[in-house]
């Protein structure tokens, strides 16, 4: 039997600190279900069809990761619909810092409401990439500083393309 997690997130750009989190969540799963949520409630630099495409070529083209092990997908349902559409019982969340946790843990408690079969798991990106958020790493390439330690190489062109 396939074990399948829903990693949903905005990856607005995708950093190495989510793709910490894939990598050891292919250690733990069979399939990784790479969500991009397309709601409406946030402001994008990428639209979701860029989103969707940024995280093949980091994942795909940069880091050569398995395409038979990670599917890539943009939704705008709730992340427990998107589970039941996998046949995922497993949600995955990043967690960086101590703060995230509250919003995480609540986040956690009403996904569970909604379909008490699903567990959320909390992976935490190594240490050294802990810091970073896409916030940031949007803020500082817009500044026009180094975010070489944040991200691949295609985010980090697609980034620059944004702000010139």
């Known amino acids: 039997m396939n074990k399948v997690a829903v990693y949903p997130g905005t990856f607005d750009p995708?950093?190495?600190g989510h793709i910490d989190v894939i990598k050891k969540a292919l250690k733990l799963f069979d399939k990784v279900i790479i969500a991009a949520s397309d709601g409406t409630n946030k402001d994008y630099l990428f639209n979701s069809l860029e989103r969707i495409q940024l995280i093949k070529k980091a994942l795909f083209v940069d880091l050569k990761f398995d395409k038979k092990r990670i599917e890539v997908i943009s939704f705008t349902s709730l992340t427990t619909d998107l589970c039941k559409k996998y046949k995922s019982n497993i949600i995955l969340r990043g967690l960086?810092?101590?703060s995230d946790f509250e919003y995480e843990f609540q986040l956690a408690g009403?996904?569970?409401?909604l379909n008490n079969n699903?567990?959320?798991i909390f992976l935490m990106s190594d240490v050294e990439n802990q810091i970073?958020?896409?916030?940031?790493v949007k803020e500082i390439v817009r500044l026009k500083g180094d975010i070489k330690k944040f991200t691949t190489k295609s985010i980090i062109k697609s980034l620059k393309e944004k702000y010139e």
Do not use: A, D, W
């Open 14 to 16: 995708i950093t190495f």
């Open 96 to 98: 960086r810092v101590v």
């Open 110 to 113: 009403m996904n569970r409401k």
């Open 118 to 120: 699903i567990e959320t």
């Open 132 to 136: 970073i958020s896409s916030r940031f």
